[in-house]
Structure formats: structure tokens, C-alpha cells
């Protein structure tokens, strides 16, 4: 891809689970001002609305289960219909699929989003390896009382065991956060997610960034690709 000097608005992050998809996007979101949403609090937004289609997705993710690409991609259109993301978006967790990234191309080409130019300008794949994911994610503990985000390697607290923001003192960690729910999740990525890289770069559209190291010099990196 040409290196310009435009400032790319159209965005979607990817990466394995645990590269720092959704800390690199809130980033972008505070600096550049780009708007993003979170696919698991639009699905749970439409469930609380007991419509005919929130009741089909509370069934399904109340089952545990993913929601049909079909399906998904038609609230995620719904929701990039929204006029406050037409002055630009970064995506963390939608495309997971490439159907789903097929579908994407195909809203931002309908008639509702032409005249506003949206189309994605620029795919950033955040390059982690899998041992680096494990150790990410394993490492990773909440402040039970204010929410605060540790790592045991990388961002421990100051003091063992208090949090530095409250003082509290209970932590607790994901229950999917083991060695075994990683590994099918990153299993998932590659057989999955992974495929849609090619259909990226095919476009152009694709860059990929180191994603290891502290988060600052990561969003540094992002910084010069987008061009803000
Ligand atoms: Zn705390």
C-alpha cells in the first residue's frame, strides 16, 4: 500500500484474540475521533428490545451460540446506517467471517451509504504469535471493585495485591481466560478469521502492524499507517 499523507477513516482492526484489537480502536476512537460499537452490546441491545428479531438473537446467544452471518450483518448495516458514523469508523470485532467481510462491501456499496463514501479504506492486522496471545491473556486479572484492567507480567499492580486506582483488594479473572478456551479460540481465528487477510490485501486495503510491545508503541505505529 501507498504510504500518502491522507488520514485513512474507514477502519477495521484485525488480529487474534487478545493482540489488543478493542485498546488500539478505543485509541483511535479518543484521537481521531472515529466512531466504533461493540457487535455483543448491539445484539444484546436488540435482544432487550423484544422485537421478533431480538427474540430469535436472545434464543440464539442465550443457547450459547454465534449468530448467523446473515443475521449479524444485518444489525451491524442497521447500526453503520447511523448518521454519526459517516464521518468515520474503526471496527474491532466485525468481519470475523468472510462472509461477513463480503457482506460488509456489499452495504457500504447499497444505496443507502454510496452518496456518503464509506467504504473501507484500510485493514490493519495486528500480528501477534500465539505464544504471546496465551501469555496476554492467561496474565490477566479485573479490580473486582472499580473495574480497573491488571496483568501479572505486563501492568501488575503497584502494590501486590491492591488495586492502584481503589484500593481494593479482590481481583478476578475471566472464566475463559485458561490455556484450553485460548487455544480453541485462536483455533477458530485460523479457520475462520484468518481467511479474510488475502480478501484484504487483494483490495489493497491491508497493513500489518507489529502488535508486541507495550500498547503506546503499538497505537504509535498505528498512528503512522493511519496518517493522523
Ligand atoms: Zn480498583
Do not use: W
Not at 483511535?28 to 461493540?38: A, N, P, R, Y
Not at 449468530?67 to 453503520?80: A, C, D, Q, Y
Amino acid at each position: 500500500m501507498q504510504q500518502d499523507k491522507r488520514l485513512f477513516r474507514h477502519i477495521v482492526l484485525m488480529g487474534p484474540p487478545g493482540a489488543g484489537k478493542g485498546t488500539q480502536a478505543s485509541i483511535l476512537v479518543e484521537k481521531v475521533g472515529l466512531k466504533t460499537f461493540s457487535t455483543g452490546q448491539l445484539l444484546r441491545d436488540e435482544a432487550a428490545t423484544g422485537s421478533k428479531l431480538g427474540k430469535k438473537i436472545a434464543s440464539i446467544i442465550d443457547g450459547g451460540n454465534m449468530l448467523p452471518s446473515r443475521m449479524l450483518m444485518k444489525i451491524v448495516g442497521k447500526e453503520l446506517e447511523k448518521p454519526l458514523y459517516r464521518e468515520g469508523y474503526v471496527l474491532d470485532g466485525v468481519p470475523r467471517k468472510i462472509a461477513q467481510a463480503k457482506a460488509l462491501d456489499k452495504i457500504f456499496a447499497s444505496r443507502a451509504f454510496k452518496k456518503y463514501d464509506m467504504a473501507i479504506d484500510l485493514v490493519i492486522y495486528l500480528q501477534v504469535p500465539d505464544e504471546y496471545v496465551i501469555e496476554r491473556i492467561i496474565g490477566r486479572s479485573q479490580c473486582a471493585k472499580c473495574g480497573t484492567m491488571y496483568h501479572d507480567k505486563f501492568k501488575p499492580t503497584q502494590v501486590f495485591g491492591i488495586c492502584d486506582h481503589c484500593g481494593g483488594k479482590e481481583f478476578t479473572r475471566r472464566a475463559d481466560d485458561n490455556y484450553e478456551a485460548i487455544m480453541t479460540r485462536l483455533k477458530l481465528f485460523r479457520l475462520e478469521t484468518a481467511p479474510i487477510i488475502p480478501y484484504y490485501e487483494k483490495k489493497g486495503l491491508l497493513v500489518c502492524v507489529d502488535g508486541t510491545g507495550p500498547i503506546d508503541v503499538v497505537s504509535e505505529k498505528i498512528r503512522k499507517v493511519v496518517g493522523y
